[in-house]
């Protein structure tokens, strides 16, 4: 981490005008063409859910302003974010959890999909976040409703809380057929206005579309 120098950031006009807010956080619902992501996956007899969460995290991490936090009151810039995620265990009770992003993406689906298996299997406890790392501010508090295709969403806030609201939040639905034969599916990202305008999320969705287009083994070529 690495801490923002607020003499020379050029968005400090930004960042000190909304850093008063008692909530500085806002989002766009935006919808995803993933046809190449459901056929990618379903090819390969995996789950959907890694597929995209790692196109997701490629784009975040590749917008510096959506790696920015609120760390004990003072604005930081990370390298690297990381997911943390819900997952609902055997007894139908939501547990979050997370792990450290892996660029290579056969690491990235295997961590995934044995962190998904392991919670299933927790016995509930007073604990939410039992695993450290969704302590951490270099991550994305991401969710994900199978069930329901949704057009707009809201996540729960932490009023006044800025270095919560600095990390942000992600929701996305269950994926659909047109009549074209694509799919598609919404995505919620929900960000902090002291770091985060509408140009860099606007770029993010824009990379999340674009990586969402290509396979796998095609995306390593278009992040040179």
């Given amino acids: 981490m690495k801490l923002i120098d ?10 000190n005008w909304f850093i008063q807010y008692q909530n500085p956080a806002y989002g766009f619902d935006v919808d995803i063409d993933c046809t ?3 056929k990618e996956s379903k090819e390969m007899k995996q789950s959907f859910f890694p597929h995209f969460l ?3 995290m ?4 590749s917008i510096p302003e959506l790696k ?6 003072k604005p930081y810039s990370y390298d690297v974010i990381h997911p943390t995620f819900t997952v609902m265990t055997k007894q139908g009770v939501y547990q979050n959890c997370g792990f450290e992003m892996k660029e290579n993406f056969p690491l990235f689906y295997q961590t995934c999909r044995a962190l998904i298996d392991e919670v299933k299997e927790l016995e ?10 969704c302590k951490t501010p270099n991550v994305v508090f991401l969710t994900s409703i199978p069930t329901l295709n949704f057009t707009s969403m809201t996540h729960p806030l932490p009023i006044g809380n800025q270095e919560s609201l600095s990390i942000p939040r992600a929701c996305f639905g269950k994926y ?11 995505l919620n990202l929900t960000v902090s ?6 140009y860099p999320l606007a770029d993010c969705f824009r990379l999340i579309q674009e990586l969402s287009n290509k396979r796998i083994e095609e995306i390593p070529v278009l992040l040179k």
């Fill in 68 to 73: 920015m936090r609120v760390v004990d009151g």
């Fill in 193 to 198: 206005h002291v770091f985060v305008d509408g």
């Fill in 176 to 186: 659909y057929q047109t009549e074209d034969g694509h799919y598609h599916v919404k």
């Fill in 6 to 15: 607020m003499k020379t950031y050029p968005k400090r006009n930004q960042y």
């Fill in 36 to 38: 190449e992501v459901v």
């Fill in 124 to 133: 509930v406890n007073d604990e939410l976040d039992r695993f450290p790392i």
């Fill in 54 to 56: 790692y196109r997701i």
């Fill in 58 to 61: 490629l784009a975040i991490n």
